[in-house]
């Protein structure tokens, strides 16, 4: 018995099998918050250019129209792009 523990101490096989269990699914993990995470920094400069371009359109005018907020409504569409703002975000405009 205790030869059979001594063989099986010593046995190298599949050693590259247990380590590429271990480290493929960390592995994956940080791909996918390094994915996640840069898309989270693309929106967020997407938003903060919108708002900015915005609310310096809404500064140079004197009063405003309904044509004009729907016009700034297109380009706030316009600056987002690709992703769409009117599915799951909102623009105050006061």
Do not use: W
């Not at 997407?46 to 708002?51: F, H, I, P, Q, Y």
């Not at 409504?73 to 769409?84: I, L, R, T």
Request: with cysteine; charged share 20%; aromatic share 4%.
């Amino acid at each position: 018995m205790l030869r059979f523990i001594r063989s099986l101490i010593r046995d190298v096989r599949g050693n590259l099998s247990v380590e590429l269990a271990i480290a493929a699914p960390v592995l994956m993990g940080l791909l996918l918050c390094g994915i996640e995470i840069t898309r989270f920094v693309l929106i967020n400069q997407k938003a903060e250019r919108t708002s900015a371009t915005i609310a310096d359109l809404v500064s140079q005018s004197h009063g405003m129209s309904e044509g004009e907020i729907n016009s700034l409504m297109d380009a706030s569409n316009f600056v987002m792009a690709p992703y769409n703002i009117a599915d799951d975000g909102q623009i105050v405009v006061s």
